[in-house]
């Protein structure tokens, strides 16, 4: 065994004891497996959907955007404060309605504001379809991180299985606590580490940022100009847009929120949260600093620009702490991801679908025997091979998108439409989603004339307007009941 191995296996081996540990002294009904309990203070969710915003997307994905791509991989960073923004108004108020009502699921927030069980069944549907996708994520960038930290002692589908029999084994003993014990140690090692890489790389490499970035210019003049076509300005703000409207409506985002102590504390945390994005800037930083020292990379192979630098510069030990840090950035939104699915199943498909008498403790045993189920899927896809971790998350992020009209609509101070209009909505906008996704089709492609500006649009952004026009339309020519109004419960 190399040294980096021994300390990728202290991690995970110290990972799991302290998910285990934090079940001490609870009783795991539903609310408290799922929400703890509705108890998490400031700094719990803080850390929490630090945890999922913060995976191996950002570790693996953004350096190897930033090595493959140049200007365009700066969406990553500029969503997020974006979203924030839009997120200080927002989920206070869906925290306040989930509070009130006794919500416990993603999909009970559509539900119980239209008054619908088909429609949280349809909501189910579109969120497992993307939660599979964002979980491929965390699995593809775990077993990557594991081969390459272990200089290829540990192949990807072995290292693949092994972190989903981790992440299964302790959220079905510890819940959402287990998530959150693990995340206090995952964050703290991240901003170290982005922090250090992305300054004592170009330093050691070029002398410094500015020297990196002229060197980097003087060998290729072009590569920090948006291109003509393609990841153009178009594409860069178009998806600006679609990923921050999107943002809240990972469900595994709205799963912390539900766990919030108040709605001060959901307000606290979207304050603070885009200071975390500096995370993101260093590891920029370190996918730059790899463009001539690890060249050559393609494909999907450009998610190993971090680690290809990384095995060049320092001794196995330390890319073990490395790739041990980066296991930590997998399994926490991977858990949190499985913990999401597994209720929205037992809660919305099973219990809303077929058993509406079910108990809580029927829906618990339900969410915990598919949760085994549901990893299984997501590790068939991530082994099947695939595109590029952005890629994989911004086809997630145009589909979850499709249930932000639902969601604002019956977020205003006079809800507006009713549950064939939230319905229609999310078919339409699903529908054109599947048809360009399936057919590879897109608008340059469909509209060949038309001017390059509408060409380059973010197909998921027209699937969302198409979603948004069906619902305004089919709420105008349809009777039926207004979703209920928010609660009027204090922050």
């Not at 191995?5 to 990972?15: C, D, E, P, Q």
């Not at 699921?105 to 619908?116: I, P, R, V």
């Not at 272990?150 to 029999?165: D, E, K, Q, R």
């Not at 500096?278 to 050559?296: D, E, K, M």
Request: net charge positive; proline share 5%.
């Amino acid at each position: 065994m190399n040294a980096a191995l021994g300390v990728i296996a202290l991690f995970v081996v110290g990972a799991l004891a302290l998910a285990v540990l934090a079940r001490r002294g609870r009783t795991m009904s539903l609310e408290q497996w799922a929400l703890g309990g509705r108890g998490l203070g400031a700094i719990m969710v803080f850390l929490l959907m630090a945890g999922e915003s913060f995976s191996t997307f950002t570790f693996l994905g953004a350096s190897g955007w930033s090595y493959s791509k140049g200007s365009p991989a700066f969406y990553i960073l500029a969503y997020g404060g974006l979203a924030y923004l839009m997120a200080f108004w927002m989920l206070p108020a869906v925290w306040r309605y989930a509070s009130a009502h006794k919500l416990v699921s993603f999909s009970d927030f559509f539900a119980h504001k239209y008054d619908s069980r088909p429609l949280g069944v349809l909501v189910s549907v579109v969120a497992l379809g993307g939660m599979v996708a964002l979980l491929t994520i965390q699995l593809r960038g775990l077993g990557i991180i594991v081969s390459e930290a272990s200089y290829g002692s540990i192949a990807p589908p072995v290292a693949i299985w092994i972190g989903t029999l981790v992440m299964v084994s302790y959220i079905l003993f510890s819940g959402i606590h287990g998530s959150a014990s693990i995340a206090i140690v995952k964050d703290v090692l991240i901003l170290a580490l982005a922090v250090f890489l992305g300054l004592y790389l170009p330093w050691r490499y070029y002398g410094g940022v500015a020297p990196m970035f002229t060197a980097i210019h003087a060998a290729n003049p072009g590569f920090f100009e948006f291109p003509k076509e393609g990841l153009n300005l178009t594409w860069y703000n178009s998806t600006i847009l679609l990923t921050a409207l999107g943002y809240y409506l990972y469900p595994f985002n709205l799963t912390s929120v539900y766990a919030a102590r108040s709605a001060s504390a959901v307000r606290r945390n979207t304050i603070l949260m885009p200071l975390y994005q500096v995370v993101i800037a260093f590891l920029f930083l370190v996918g730059f600093a790899a463009i001539l020292q690890v060249p050559g990379l393609k494909g999907s192979d450009v998610d190993l620009a971090l680690f290809g630098l990384v095995k060049h510069s320092f001794d196995p030990w330390f890319v073990g702490v490395i790739g041990g840090t980066g296991v930590l950035t997998a399994l926490v939104p991977g858990s949190m991801i499985l913990l999401t699915a597994s209720t929205v199943i037992g809660k919305n498909v099973y219990k809303e679908g077929f058993a509406p008498h079910a108990t809580d403790r029927q829906v618990s045993r339900v969410a915990r025997g598919v949760l085994p189920l549901f990893a299984l899927v997501a590790v068939y896809f991530v082994l099947r091979g695939g595109t590029t971790i952005v890629a994989v998350a911004i086809f997630a992020s145009s589909l979850l998108t499709q249930l932000l009209p639902s969601l604002l609509f019956s977020l205003m101070k006079k809800p507006f439409g009713n549950k064939h209009a939230a319905f229609a909505g999310i078919v339409a906008g699903g529908a054109v989603l599947g048809f360009l996704m399936t057919t590879g089709a897109n608008l340059a492609t469909l509209f060949p004339t038309a001017p390059l500006a509408f060409k380059s649009l973010n197909t998921g952004l027209v699937a969302l307007a198409t979603n948004a026009l069906v619902f305004v339309i089919v709420a105008l020519v349809t009777p039926g009941p207004a979703p209920r109004a928010a609660a009027a419960q204090p922050a």
